[in-house]
């Protein structure tokens, strides 16, 4: 029986394991597929405090691992594939095989990156369709790419990705763009990056791997023909929240509800991170209410509320 298991690893799930560790709590966390979460698929990361000249992602999440490991953290590479939170303990399963027992849990699951949803995207996926710059981008070595979205992400990729590319163009939906405007004047000022605006991806084009792409633009309804070799997505993310439905109160785009901090529907069962934040977002964010998560779970299993 566990006091504390953490679902997730990245810096909400790592820092409730730091905090909890810290207390005693002798966390156990689970780190799921993608051990690390997000920012181990991102580049420099420039606004988290107390790196001034920045700080490569997996490395961030490198230092909090090692950190949360020091104070006792008990890290497991496997997947939390269902849970029965209806009568405490909860009742964990691990990898559809183990059955372990938890006190409190904190969810700190984060959120997937979204596709488009097209036949031939899933078919090119791994052959030139990608949703992760710094893992695929040495791939596309002086050849013309494209980006998807109009927000940070897609800006910041096609930023990261001028450094490989022939070229780089952004294919967004609108005319205007959604990221800050410090990452657009960035952009703008990159002359390996140009921008098709009010434009949509009907088709990626290719057999084996991919060739370009046909575009719609929404103006006009023409379609025409864009040469690339790879196919960025940046079009926002899912909420990792499949195993909790029908358990934890979600809001219509499955974020996980939380009031009074952290606390979910279930006494005894905490959210923290991207999973429950469909606004801020942030490694800062997600690692400030994964402190939150710690001691709210910490004064659970004292008090009992
Ligand atoms: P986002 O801000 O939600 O932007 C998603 C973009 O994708 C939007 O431009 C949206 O278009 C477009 N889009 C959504 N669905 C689409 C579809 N089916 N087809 C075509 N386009 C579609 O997501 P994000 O860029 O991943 O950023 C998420 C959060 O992380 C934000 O808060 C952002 O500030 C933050 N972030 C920060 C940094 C940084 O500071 N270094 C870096 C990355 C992300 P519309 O604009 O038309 O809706």
Redesign the pocket.
């Known amino acids: 029986m566990h006091d504390v298991v953490i679902i997730g690893s990245g810096p909400a799930g790592l820092t409730a394991a730091i905090y909890t560790a810290r207390a005693n709590l002798s966390p156990v966390m689970y780190e799921g597929a993608q051990a690390g979460g997000q920012l181990t698929l991102t580049t420099d990361?420039?606004?988290y405090p107390g790196f001034p000249t920045g700080i490569m992602g997996p490395q961030l999440i490198q230092d909090m691992h090692a950190q949360a490991e020091r104070f006792g953290t008990t890290f497991h590479a496997a997947d939390v594939t269902k849970v029965d939170l209806n009568r405490r303990p909860f009742t964990l399963t691990i990898n559809d095989e183990e059955t372990i027992h938890a006190k409190s849990i904190i969810i700190s699951t984060g959120a997937t990156a979204?596709l488009?949803?097209l036949a031939s995207e899933s078919r090119l996926l791994g052959h030139g369709v990608s949703t992760c710059a710094t893992c695929d981008g040495f791939f596309f070595r002086g050849k013309p790419i494209a980006v998807?979205?109009?927000?940070?992400?897609?800006l910041?990729e096609a930023t990261f990705l001028t450094k490989f590319a022939s070229h780089v163009t952004v294919i967004?939906?609108?005319d205007k763009?959604?990221?800050?405007k410090i990452?657009q004047d960035k952009a703008m000022k990159n002359d390996k990056l140009s921008f098709r605006w009010n434009s949509?991806v009907e088709e990626v084009l290719g057999d084996g791997v991919v060739s370009g792409l046909r575009l719609r633009d929404t103006t006009n309804n023409q379609t025409d023909n864009l040469d690339c070799k790879g196919m960025f997505v940046?079009?926002?993310?899912t909420p990792n929240t499949q195993i909790f439905k029908g358990q934890i109160d979600t809001d219509a785009n499955g974020y996980i509800q939380t009031t009074h901090g952290t606390a979910t529907n279930v006494p005894g069962v905490f959210a923290a991170g991207d999973v429950q934040d469909s606004?801020?977002?942030?490694a800062i964010t997600a690692a400030g209410t994964g402190c939150m998560a710690a001691m709210d779970a910490e004064q659970f299993l004292e008090t009992g509320d």
Do not use: T, W
């Open positions: 990361v420039e606004n979204n488009l949803g998807i979205g109009g927000g940070d992400s897609a910041e967004h939906r609108r763009l959604r990221a800050s990452m949509i940046a079009i926002g993310h606004h801020y977002r942030q």
